[in-house]
């Protein structure tokens, strides 16, 4: 089975660095997503790790240990309309299936 | 990236009824997938619909509950029978895109079971 596990809530204020972690037991691995989903819409996408280490992109940044089956989203200089939950998926082997932990809902206060 | 229309986008039914969503992919996709979100949750996956051939259900969802069509590479449609309460839920589609190795989801459907 698929197990991906990441925290229920987190909060920081506005300007702070926030840091979401995920781990990941999966039967087969081709990758690990993290989406951003504001409440009443679709996921959007955020980052793609497939290889170990530290991906940026502006004020995002993911890593990945794969053989910790770790990762962590990393979100600086926070933003009030950052506030949404924050999705970790892997790709699993067969077919291009994405499997999504429980998510993990990010409230910033000014 | 694939952008994908999907309707309704809401829906209040009766229970015992059927409902269907459909998703339209603006290109060729091989690979679609259905996914529900219930209130609170994060999204568990319901089945792989490839075009040509019957879909791949996961563990808990079965086809008599969750009929897919694929008729081609660019529509889908997920059909939720027999409705109870506990079926109230969001359902997405996605797909993969095929340019890079992002995912698109559709706007969602929120259904409400009565």
């Known amino acids: 089975g698929q197990n991906i596990d990441q925290p229920t809530e987190m909060t920081a204020t506005e300007g702070a660095i926030v840091q979401i972690n995920c781990t990941y037991q999966?039967?087969?691995?081709?990758?690990l997503f993290w989406y951003q989903q504001h409440a009443g819409e679709a996921p959007t996408f955020l980052s793609y790790?497939?290889?170990?280490g530290l991906e940026e992109k502006g004020r995002f940044s993911s890593f990945l240990s794969r053989s910790k089956g770790y990762s962590y989203l990393l979100l600086k200089e926070l933003q009030m309309k950052d506030s949404a939950s924050y999705l970790c998926?892997?790709?699993?082997?067969?077919?291009?299936?994405?499997?999504f932990g429980r998510g993990t809902q990010l409230t910033v206060w000014p | 990236s694939a952008v994908i229309s999907q309707k309704p986008s809401r829906d209040i039914c009766q229970r015992g009824t059927s409902l269907t969503i459909q998703c339209q992919v603006d290109?060729?996709?091989?690979?679609m997938f259905w996914y529900r979100q219930q209130p609170g949750q994060s999204l568990t996956l319901i089945a792989t619909?490839?075009?040509?051939?019957?879909?791949?259900?996961e563990s808990g969802f079965v086809i008599d509950k969750f009929p897919i069509s694929r008729p081609n590479l660019t529509f889908s449609t997920l059909t939720v029978s027999n409705m109870s309460p506990e079926d109230s839920s969001i359902y997405l589609c996605?797909?993969?895109?095929?340019?890079?190795?992002?995912?698109?989801f559709g706007s969602g459907t929120r259904l409400t079971v009565v």
């Open positions: 998926a892997v790709k699993g082997s067969t077919l291009g299936r994405l499997y």
């Open positions: 999966t039967s087969g691995f081709n990758g």
């Open positions: 790790n497939v290889l170990d």
């Open positions: 290109s060729q996709v091989t690979m």
């Open positions: 619909a490839n075009q040509g051939s019957e879909a791949t259900y």
């Open positions: 996605s797909s993969p895109n095929p340019d890079d190795y992002g995912y698109t």
